[in-house]
């Protein structure tokens, strides 16, 4: 019996003259498809555009084989916007395939720093591929340029700063020094150079892009927040402004209610007491002999959100923004020395998947999301953006959470407004909702789950302590999250469940 000759095949390839009369074969009785110049694929359901982006590197590697990928490709390490890639190769002529063109150009071979790629092809390194960028090129009508624009250098440029540091971009430029003779680039070299100066503040070059620009002027931000800002703002704008007048209160009322914020912002944050010994902590000043530093920051909480000229308090300026901050952060951390009180930090954080901003990026992008802030008119849109601001940026290097609560409330007792308390048992809903705009750009449900809670607020009747405790209690209140989910429990409303 006859070898088939086709078997063992991947599901698109190039037909050789070994193959070609298998191949005209099986595309007559209908079992292979031709999508492309030699090309040919078994799949005859996906459309062609989707079959080659699938294969893309191994193709590229069929056509052009020790190809070295090149320019504009070699950094963004994808299509451009019209299908374009681009290489370096013995082969002139352009490929054309279904969502993609190869365009290849003369220029040298691969150097010893080029690394290996899919297929045998080669990659260019950052410093070949940031010389080679640096050259200009025509765009044909229709077409993308081969290279990136300054702006573009000058962003990606940013991007290696941002994510890995000025030595590993100082690392990239002695590389381009060295290899720029190699490849007939030196002139690439010093504007690439004068470049590297401009974004490191070590010389003067003329910087284009907002982010270069920003960076220059010593106040790099992080763009990743800006765009979710950007989306929280959107959602906030759009939204119809829903308006929750505080409860009038006496005296005792207003100190429960102020009580149980700083109680319940601490317990998110892991300072866990009993209601009594919290309440000793606040009203009697008895504090824990094994446990001072928690103590105060509960304390110190109570002090910032029970005090109603502080909390009148908001950001006119960026400046005062700043300033705010810094002052409710010393009161709040002022046990804990080691924790920078009222000082922005110097190390990186995070929680879980979520990277904060870089401490370089902390003021830059409080500045820049201040911005978005203040041409929100609703208290509540602006509490729930500041909140998130704040959370998001993570300034400081521990009690940052509560920070950001506080400067919502703040938002909200200034315009005589109800403000926002977390239960514990609200605690996973509000995580939630937080990483939903953080890690997936979902601005909805920290609105609606910030709602919820001021409306439950709302809806307590908060006098005397003992009492209040035992309506919260009635209100699954003070139920750990992780036993409400096992056993369905959900915080109460008077006329019902949270969703």
């Known amino acids: 019996m006859p070898k088939n000759l086709l078997e063992g095949l991947p599901e698109v390839f190039l037909s050789t003259t070994a193959i070609s009369v298998a191949v005209s074969r099986a595309v007559s009785n209908g079992t292979l498809r031709q999508i492309g110049s030699k090309l040919y694929t078994f799949n005859l359901v996906d459309t062609p555009e989707r079959i080659v982006s699938r294969h893309l590197w191994q193709l590229v590697a069929a056509y052009l084989p020790d190809a070295l990928i090149a320019d504009r490709t070699a950094i963004e390490l994808r299509p451009a ?92 430029r002695d590389e381009a020094r060295r290899i720029a003779p190699l490849i007939e680039r030196e002139q690439e070299f010093e504007t690439f150079d004068r470049l590297v100066g401009a974004m490191l503040g070590t010389r003067k070059d003329r910087l284009t892009s907002e982010r270069a620009q920003a960076r220059q002027s010593a106040k790099p931000f992080d763009p990743e927040r800006i765009v979710l800002f950007e989306r929280l703002h959107s959602e906030l704008h759009a939204s119809a402004p829903v308006t929750r007048i505080a409860t009038e209160r006496d005296g005792e009322g207003r100190a429960t209610l102020a009580f149980f914020e700083a109680y319940f912002s601490n317990f998110i944050e892991g300072t866990e007491f009993e209601v009594e010994e919290a309440a000793d902590i606040v009203f009697r000043n008895v504090i824990p002999r094994d446990r001072p530093e928690d103590a105060h920051d509960v304390l110190g909480t109570w002090q910032i959100v029970s005090d109603p000229v502080e909390m009148a308090r908001t950001p006119r300026d960026y400046e005062t923004l700043l300033a705010l901050l810094r002052d409710r952060h010393a009161l709040l951390m002022a046990a804990r020395p080691d924790k920078r009180p009222g000082k922005f930090k110097i190390e990186g954080n995070r929680a879980g998947q979520t990277v904060f901003v870089a401490p370089e990026q902390v003021e830059g992008t409080l500045a820049r999301g201040f911005e978005y802030y203040r041409s929100l008119n609703s208290p509540f849109a602006r509490a729930v953006f500041m909140m998130f601001l704040v959370s ?72 005397e302590l003992e009492v209040t405790r035992r309506v919260l209690t009635d209100l699954h209140a003070f139920v750990d999250p992780a036993d409400a989910d096992e056993r369905g429990i959900r915080l109460r409303l008077r006329d019902g469940l949270a969703s």
């Open 81 to 172: 916007s019209d299908g374009s890639i681009f290489v370096i190769s013995s082969r002139k002529r352009d490929i054309e395939l279904p969502g993609v063109v190869i365009r290849s150009r003369a220029g040298p071979g691969a150097l010893e720093i080029d690394r290996r790629f899919v297929g045998g092809l080669f990659l260019s390194s950052p410093a070949r591929a940031y010389l080679d960028n640096m050259a200009p090129s025509r765009r044909r009508k229709g077409e993308v340029s081969r290279t990136l624009n300054r702006q573009e250098i000058e962003v990606r440029v940013d991007d290696v700063i941002r994510r890995n540091g000025a030595e590993a971009l100082n690392a990239i």
């Open 392 to 463: 998001e940026v993570h300034p400081f290097t521990d009690g940052n959470g509560r920070i950001a609560r506080i400067m919502m409330n703040a938002e909200l007792v200034s315009a005589g407004e109800e403000r926002i308390i977390i239960p514990t048992v609200f605690r996973g809903n509000y995580l939630s909702a937080l990483k939903a705009i953080s890690l997936n750009s979902q601005p909805q449900p920290i609105v609606r789950t910030l709602d919820f809670a001021r409306k439950w607020v709302m809806a307590v009747d908060w006098g």
